[in-house]
């Protein structure tokens, strides 16, 4: 092998370490959005019931692993914590869903407030006590 390519294969080692870091890093971080267009009440066929405050959106694929831990810790979330409730879409099942919510990695989960606004999104399976925290202000008049 050659100086330079050894160089090449060096710099195009670290470039990929770099980019799988941070993605790593920024998997289930909660990231606050701009309202968009989309309700996820809607795209989700659910109606809110009177103590709804904050919809879960989850977009899943069935052959997703994270997937199943991030449904199970936003059931677990959706049932102890009052005014959240948790829905999925198999994005296999309901591609147009993905398409109009910009979805392009599952797990997501998006978070609606009752009147359809889009509040935050999590990719990757969502870290619980940071998800609370971002969504304290709308759950607060609920407690």
């Not at 398409?99 to 392009?104: D, I, R, Y």
């Amino acid at each position: 092998m050659s100086a330079v390519g050894a160089i090449v294969l060096v710099a195009v080692l670290v470039v990929a370490t770099v980019v799988g870091l941070v993605v790593r890093a920024r998997a289930g971080q909660v990231r606050m959005t701009t309202p968009g267009a989309a309700s996820g009440w809607s795209l989700a066929h659910v109606e809110p019931e009177p103590d709804d405050r904050v919809l879960l959106l989850q977009l899943s694929s069935p052959i997703c692993t994270p997937c199943r831990q991030t449904a199970t810790t936003l059931t677990d979330l959706a049932s102890t914590q009052p005014g959240l409730r948790h829905t999925e879409i198999d994005i296999a099942d309901d591609p147009d869903a993905a398409a109009t919510l910009h979805v392009m990695r599952t797990p997501t989960t998006i978070a609606f407030a009752r009147g359809g606004r889009e509040l935050l999104r999590v990719s990757g399976v969502p870290r619980r006590a940071e998800l609370l925290e971002a969504l304290d202000s709308e759950l607060a008049e609920h407690r």
